[in-house]
């Protein structure tokens, strides 16, 4: 049973950061594809960032420069550092995977058609 469990979101003044921090369990991160996808108030789910099982990494416009994803070395856990938050920024952030094998490959990572997802962390920023 694939699982993720977000956490670290919180309000946060404009120019603030936060780091968020996805736990994955019952199965093998480092076979997966994954991702941070978050959904402001009326608007649609936004892909913001993802990684391949390599280590590649990709950003959409609106983070890239302020937001950085990483995992720890046993793959276990995924992060998201987000500085120079804006209110824009507001929503709640999801942490998602989907099987590089089933989906033969990773391609394109920010994406917000995933399999798996976490609960979601929700994420204020103040002006």
């Known amino acids: 049973q694939v699982q993720l469990v977000e956490s670290g979101g919180g309000s946060v003044q404009a120019g603030g950061s936060l780091r968020l921090s996805c736990g994955t369990f019952?199965?093998?991160?480092?076979?997966?594809?994954m991702g941070w996808v978050r959904q402001a108030p009326g608007k649609e789910r936004e892909g913001i960032v993802g990684?391949?099982?390599?280590?590649?990494?990709a950003y959409a416009d609106s983070v890239k420069g302020r937001f950085t994803i990483s995992e720890d070395n046993a793959k276990t856990t995924l992060y998201l550092e987000m500085n120079s938050l804006k209110p824009e920024d507001t929503a709640m952030y999801y942490c998602?995977?989907?099987?590089?094998?089933?989906?033969?490959?990773?391609?394109?990572?920010?994406?917000?058609?995933?399999?798996?997802w976490g609960q979601g962390t929700q994420v204020t920023v103040s002006s």
């Open positions: 990684i391949d099982t390599d280590g590649t990494t």
């Open positions: 998602a995977a989907r099987s590089r094998m089933y989906y033969s490959g990773c391609q394109p990572l920010v994406r917000r058609d995933f399999r798996y």
């Open positions: 019952g199965y093998t991160s480092s076979s997966y594809c």
